[in-house]
């Protein structure tokens, strides 16, 4: 008994690292608030001085589309060195790459493209699988949950550091006071104080989460070999049959099977997920970098803005752990078509936040964070739980490069169409590709070995 509860300890302490880890990756969601402030920053201070707020998106595309890169590479030096040196390294590349921008913002675009979407995608890749996949191994039966509370830190991270640049960029709460004749739509900050802390706030970000992460660094560590194998067998369920006895997955969900990755790239279960995985993140991609200059629309106040990308990162996290629990109890399918047709529902409908006014803008944006959050909950254990959980962090790596499209295609969509079809468009486009997304996942087959939904 003594021994059980050391483990279930230890294994919580692995959780809490992965969590305060995943917590600085899911400033990747602060993009959207941070937004009008480097594009203004660069439209007065180094350019290029016609830049936009669908341009600038392409700085978070780079980020997402390395991030969806270096899972691989993280899940396969993580399978080297183990977790604790290669989220190391990821940290390196996440703290500096922010800490970085203070220099790059003051040179161009294009250099902030590297430091805050190249460099920090990386490592937001390499950091993103090794905790998941090291408290799976402490928790094999609640694969569902655990990965939904480490990356419930991914979704709050945004909760955290929302305020926090809002209150050092601009902390008198002034509104954007400039427009462009090209685009009257959008508004930009022209005022000098808000231009001249701009580039500081990426020197205080890049050292909290240095912190941050070498905490988390501390606390995540594999369970030894031998420890672990006793711990799953404890957990096996012996069904005598005749002569035979058969020993049932530890994993009431798993489909029982082991692949590497080659193996898993030739099967229609991996391009079933991955499509539904790609085509559910265009509203990720869209919402997350947007909302905010979407809302300067019809919303003249900074601070609320800052406040509502603040609340929907605490229903991304909540989701991520409500939809993950879910997942473990009616399955990813069931769990999935839901999620599918309340993304639907909310992009159809984003557009009547103009006549709905502060209340609605803010309840719609959480529940649009609240549905795409549930794909970052359900897409590690249907993984894990379709092809095994030996290589669950290289095969979620190229599972998660479906973001990386998604990020590509995204920015190209909403940089070519939005003069054309505007947020109208835009919103509804997302909305059909959550209802394609549907449409998939009811093909999905994937059986446990008595029949039942993984």
């Not at 969590?19 to 402030?37: A, D, E, Q």
């Not at 919303?299 to 991304?316: E, H, K, M, P, Y």
């Not at 549905?371 to 909950?377: D, T």
């Amino acid at each position: 008994m003594a021994m059980d509860r050391q483990w279930i300890f230890r294994g919580i302490l692995v959780i809490c690292g992965g969590i305060l880890v995943h917590l600085t990756l899911g400033t990747h969601y602060t993009f959207g608030n941070l937004s009008p402030y480097m594009v203004s920053f660069m439209r007065e201070r180094s350019g290029p001085n016609d830049l936009t707020y669908e341009q600038a998106m392409w700085i978070y595309a780079t980020g997402q589309a390395c991030h969806g890169f270096a899972m691989y590479v993280g899940g396969f030096i993580d399978r080297k060195i183990g977790p604790r040196w290669t989220i190391f390294i990821g940290a390196c590349f996440v703290s500096g790459g922010v800490a970085l921008t203070y220099f790059t913002i003051m040179q161009s675009f294009y250099s902030v493209l590297i430091t805050y979407g190249l460099v920090f995608g990386i490592g937001v890749g390499i950091c993103y699988a090794p905790p998941l996949a090291s408290a799976m191994r402490w928790f094999p039966g609640r694969k569902g949950l655990v990965s939904g509370c480490i990356v419930a830190g991914f979704g709050f991270g945004a909760f955290l550091f929302n305020p926090v640049q809002t209150a050092f960029v601009n902390p008198k709460n002034l509104s954007p006071n400039a427009t462009d004749p090209s685009d009257p739509d959008s508004l930009y900050f022209y005022q000098k104080s808000v231009l001249d802390r701009t580039p500081w706030v990426f020197i205080l970000l890049g050292a909290i989460y240095l912190v941050m992460q070498l905490t988390g660094i501390a606390l995540v560590k594999n369970p030894d070999p031998e420890t672990e194998e006793e711990a799953e067998e404890k957990e096996k369920l012996i069904v005598k049959e005749g002569e035979e006895e058969k020993a049932k997955p530890v994993d009431a969900r798993s489909a029982g099977v082991t692949m590497g990755p080659w193996k898993m790239l030739k099967t229609r279960a991996f391009w079933t997920l991955w499509f539904t995985f790609l085509f559910n993140t265009q509203t990720q991609v869209l919402i997350s970098t947007l909302y905010k200059a979407y809302g300067q629309i019809f919303i003249d106040d900074d601070l609320f803005l800052a406040l509502v990308g603040s609340f929907s990162s605490v229903f991304n996290a909540f989701g991520r752990i409500m939809w993950g629990y879910l997942g473990d109890r009616w399955s990813y399918k069931v769990t999935m078509l839901i999620i599918c047709a309340v993304n639907t529902f909310f992009m159809l409908t984003l557009i009547l936040t103009e006549r709905g006014g502060e209340a609605m803008f803010f309840i719609w944006v959480c529940g649009v964070f609240l549905s795409f959050s549930g794909n970052f909950a359900l897409f590690p254990p249907a993984t894990a739980r379709t092809f095994g959980q030996e290589y669950i962090g290289m095969n979620y790596g190229l599972m998660f490069t479906a973001t990386m499209m998604s990020a590509i295609t995204g920015s190209f969509l909403a940089n070519a169409l939005a003069e054309m079809i505007g947020y109208l468009g835009l919103f509804m486009m997302c909305a059909a590709f959550s209802t394609a997304a549907f449409i998939l996942t009811l093909t999905f087959n994937v059986k446990t070995p008595d029949g039942k939904n993984i």
